[in-house]
């Protein structure tokens, strides 16, 4: 069946640096790639996404890039501060006009050391 | 402030009890959603809604139950509850269905013992 991977799960980086988060999706159909941030005690608040009819999407610190051929996606966080520590789950799912499944990443937790 | 607001937030109950999750929206959407999260496997679906009175088995449906009468509530039923329903458990909407993004309440924490 469809799945998403997504790696590592697991991040530490220090204040100020990048942190890169990958993912890969299985179905060629998907065209639709949200990435989420999941706090402590909250749910999943969207962050970012992109649409497979375009290569990278830039927020102010927060990029996400995508790969169709390969089927990858990733989301770059630069100069990272401490208020970026969360989980990230990445999805992948495909737009059109009746239901489709979204498909969700196992989640990578990243810790900010000051 | 548009939000999904779940109650209980946190639940400590025994095998058997039947429990009642609630989910209420105020965006007026139409799709809405139960996940469960479980460490390693992401978030799940459990159940959909596509409207009133349309719901249907997500991923992981066994040993709940859903009802959509009006179009801002979409609880989750567990008749009678095991241990391996313990998890956090996440209710979304979105505008429609194959509309994103979608919005998630804060979660609700049920332990099953």
């Known amino acids: 069946g469809e799945n998403v991977e997504q790696h590592p799960s697991t991040l530490s980086v220090q204040e100020g640096d990048s942190a890169v988060i990958k993912c890969t999706y299985s179905d060629s159909a998907s065209n639709y790639f949200p990435w989420y941030k999941q706090e402590l005690g909250k749910g999943p608040q969207l962050i970012i996404d992109i649409r497979s009819n375009v290569g990278e999407k830039k927020d102010q610190r927060i990029a996400v890039t995508l790969n169709k051929t390969a089927k990858h996606f990733s989301l770059h966080i630069t100069e990272t501060q401490p208020e970026d520590s969360a989980v990230y789950f990445c999805a992948a799912t495909s737009l059109k006009t009746s239901y489709d499944k979204v498909i969700f990443g196992p989640g990578t937790s990243l810790s900010v050391i000051p | 402030e548009a939000q999904v607001t779940q109650n209980p937030r946190y639940l400590i109950t025994v095998t058997g009890k039947k429990l009642t999750v609630t989910c209420s929206q105020n965006?007026?959407?139409?799709?809405m959603s139960w996940y469960r999260q479980d460490p390693g496997l992401g978030l799940r679906q459990i159940y959909y809604s596509m409207n009133v009175e349309v719901t249907d088995k997500g991923d992981v449906p066994e040993g709940y139950k859903v009802s959509r009468k009006e179009k801002r509530n979409f609880p989750l039923i567990l008749e009678s509850p095991s241990p391996n329903q313990t998890s956090l458990y996440f209710c979304a909407s979105s505008f429609q269905a194959g509309t994103q993004p979608q919005h998630f309440g804060d979660g609700t924490r049920l332990s099953i013992l």
């Open positions: 965006m007026n959407h139409e799709y």
